[in-house]
């Protein structure tokens, strides 16, 4: 009866008896063994972002395509993007600012994460809330820019310094883009104020600030791209 139960036990196992596509199959279905150290909140933000990452890419792609294949005069970045001051153009000053304002970001999340797993309710909160206060801000330079290019003249449809591409290609990725910062700013505020309620606290379990870090240096990664694609080529 020993050797029976033990066998009807193993045959019960995921994969058991099993090769090749099947024991996969088994594997991921089963969420057994692909992902068995992995909480579902975690694994499901690591789907988001790698679906995430497929359409940044395309839009990246597509930039590329059309600003290779277009007849007309790309403009220049470093001149279309400078940042007047005191009667001084300085080229591509505010990205400059701005990708600094997200990478110094990118560190203070990973201070409140750090923070969040040693248990200290307040410096979580406070590195997270610091963090989002960047986020805004750089949404708010974010936010000069596009008021800036849109008085020079330039529209999605149109623009006066060259190829017509060049503002549908920027008001559609640094909008996406902004979106997503947008979005990240009020879901780290949200998580920010569960922390100082205590609510992880009373639950043991601080992983979901480490999932809103997963999301904001994914957004800042990105950034980096759009930055080297978009304003350096």
Same mark, same amino acid.
């Given at each position: 009866?020993?050797?029976?139960?033990?066998?009807?036990?193993?045959?019960?196992?995921?994969?058991?008896?099993?090769?090749?596509?099947?024991?996969?199959?088994?594997?991921?279905?089963?969420?057994?063994?692909?992902?068995?150290?992995?909480?579902?909140?975690?694994?499901?933000?690591?789907?988001? *972002?790698?679906?995430?990452?497929?359409? @940044?890419? +395309? %839009? #990246?792609?597509?930039? /590329?395509?059309?600003? =290779?294949t277009t007849p007309l005069a790309w403009p220049?970045?470093?001149?279309?993007?400078? *940042?007047?001051?005191?009667?001084?153009? @300085?080229? +591509? %000053? #505010?990205?400059?600012? /701005?990708?600094?304002? =997200?990478?110094?970001?990118?560190?203070?999340?990973?201070?409140?994460?750090n923070f969040g797993y040693r248990r200290n309710?307040?410096?979580?909160? +406070?590195? #997270?809330?610091?963090?989002?206060?960047?986020?805004?801000?750089?949404?708010?330079?974010?936010?000069?820019?596009?008021?800036?290019?849109?008085?020079?003249?330039?529209?999605?449809?149109?623009?006066?310094?060259?190829?017509?591409?060049?503002?549908?290609?920027?008001?559609?990725?640094?909008?996406?883009?902004?979106?997503?910062?947008?979005?990240?700013?009020?879901?780290?505020?949200?998580?920010?104020?569960?922390?100082?309620?205590?609510?992880?606290?009373?639950?043991?379990?601080?992983?979901?600030?480490?999932?809103?870090?997963?999301?904001?240096?994914?957004?800042?990664?990105?950034?980096?791209?759009?930055?080297?694609?978009?304003?350096?080529?």
């Amino acid at each position: 009866m020993a050797v029976e139960s033990g066998q009807r036990h193993e045959s019960t196992q995921p994969g058991r008896g099993e090769s090749g596509w099947q024991s996969l199959v088994s594997d991921w279905a089963a969420d057994r063994a692909t992902f068995r150290n992995v909480s579902w909140g975690k694994a499901m933000m690591w789907i988001f *972002l790698l679906s995430d990452t497929f359409v @940044f890419t +395309l %839009l #990246l792609v597509g930039y /590329m395509a059309v600003r =290779l294949t277009t007849p007309l005069a790309w403009p220049d970045t470093s001149e279309v993007f400078a *940042l007047t001051i005191l009667g001084h153009e @300085f080229p +591509l %000053l #505010l990205i400059a600012i /701005m990708t600094f304002i =997200l990478i110094t970001s990118s560190g203070t999340m990973a201070m409140a994460v750090n923070f969040g797993y040693r248990r200290n309710r307040r410096m979580a909160a +406070l590195f #997270l809330l610091l963090t989002a206060l960047l986020g805004a801000t750089f949404v708010g330079l974010q936010v000069y820019e596009w008021t800036d290019l849109i008085g020079k003249g330039v529209r999605p449809w149109e623009n006066p310094m060259g190829a017509p591409q060049f503002g549908a290609a920027f008001f559609m990725i640094t909008g996406f883009h902004g979106l997503h910062v947008s979005i990240g700013v009020l879901y780290l505020l949200i998580v920010a104020i569960k922390v100082l309620k205590g609510h992880y606290d009373r639950s043991g379990d601080y992983e979901p600030v480490e999932v809103a870090g997963l999301y904001w240096h994914f957004v800042d990664l990105v950034w980096v791209f759009i930055f080297a694609f978009f304003y350096l080529l």
